[in-house]
């Protein structure tokens, strides 16, 4: 089944006026959702109004999927209520654990960062566990993505796209491919960008197509020792390249053009959603 070529961007603060005064074409807008958890004030009023107009995706970076003490109840429940009152046409959060016990118990540490699961039975038990509560609460199926990780575990058992793939069947759950987490990963651990395309195709090709339910584009920024998903510029061509390797093995898929670093005039963000529409469309 040929399924609509849908491309959005991420409603960022200094566009707001602009895009709701002009509406442009776009199938979808995306936020971060923590940003929007107060139920009233500013932030809010222009995600209602937003929602007026355009499908929201809610993107989360705090969930802590893979913590194995659990999820924050007082997360979870705004989330909820977000969720309620918005209504989105997707929930996602990422492949990744932040909350750590204390020093002592119930203290938790919430370090501010994405950090990497070891890909092993017993992390895919804790986030299938986790993932299904988050599902069970919100009444509806969640979409997980892949990390930009700048280290590994000496225990990682498991492909990455097979811990994806057995994450999905077991929980129910999606996945939010994100092209440029995989191009990012694959240009650290071998710089030549026609072997790291190789390497990303590999994956795309271990991936169960039916359980992607959005890819994200972004720019990365390559420090000379380190390739950094910054997403504070224009779509790499390696990663172009990989989501054209994508579109064919997996299908159109909604897309979205992530920019959250030095963000550029509206008008840079619709034609990188443009860019990947049109790529959509050829396939």
């Known amino acids: 089944m040929h399924l609509p070529a849908e491309a959005g961007i991420g409603l960022r603060q200094p566009h707001y006026r602009e895009l709701l005064e002009t509406l442009p074409s776009l199938s979808f807008l995306e936020v971060h959702s923590e940003n929007f958890f107060a139920p009233g004030g500013a932030a809010r009023a222009v995600l209602r109004e937003a929602r007026e ?17 659990g999820l924050d109840d007082w997360h979870l429940d705004r989330l ?6 918005i209504d989105p046409v997707r929930v996602s959060d990422h492949a990744s654990f932040a909350r750590v016990p204390g020093l002592a118990l119930p203290n938790v540490v919430h370090m501010n960062d994405l950090l990497p699961l070891a890909f092993t039975p017993a992390a895919l038990d804790i986030m299938v566990a986790n993932v299904q509560r988050v599902q069970e609460r919100l009444k509806r199926p969640l979409l997980v993505e892949n990390l930009s990780a700048y280290l590994s575990w000496v225990d990682d058992s498991l492909a990455e796209p097979e811990f994806f793939n057995e994450l999905a069947r077991r929980s129910g759950c999606g996945v939010l491919l ?14 030549d960008e026609a072997r790291a395309l190789a390497e990303v195709r590999r994956w795309l090709d271990r991936i169960d197509p039916r359980v992607v339910g959005e890819i994200h584009l972004a720019g990365f920024v390559d420090t000379g020792d380190l390739v950094i998903d910054d997403h504070g510029s224009r779509v790499h061509a390696p990663v172009w390249a990989a989501y054209e390797y994508a579109l064919q093995r997996l299908g159109s898929k909604p897309t979205l053009l992530e920019w959250d670093t030095d963000v550029p005039a509206l008008s840079v963000l619709l034609d990188e959603a443009a860019q990947a529409l049109r790529r959509m469309v050829a396939m």
């Open 80 to 85: 909820a209520e977000l969720v309620a009152e």
């Open 178 to 191: 994100d092209v440029n987490n995989l191009m990012v990963n694959a240009l650290n651990r071998q710089p």
């Open 53 to 69: 107009h355009y499908a929201i995706s809610l993107h989360g970076v705090g969930l802590s999927l893979g913590s194995a003490m």
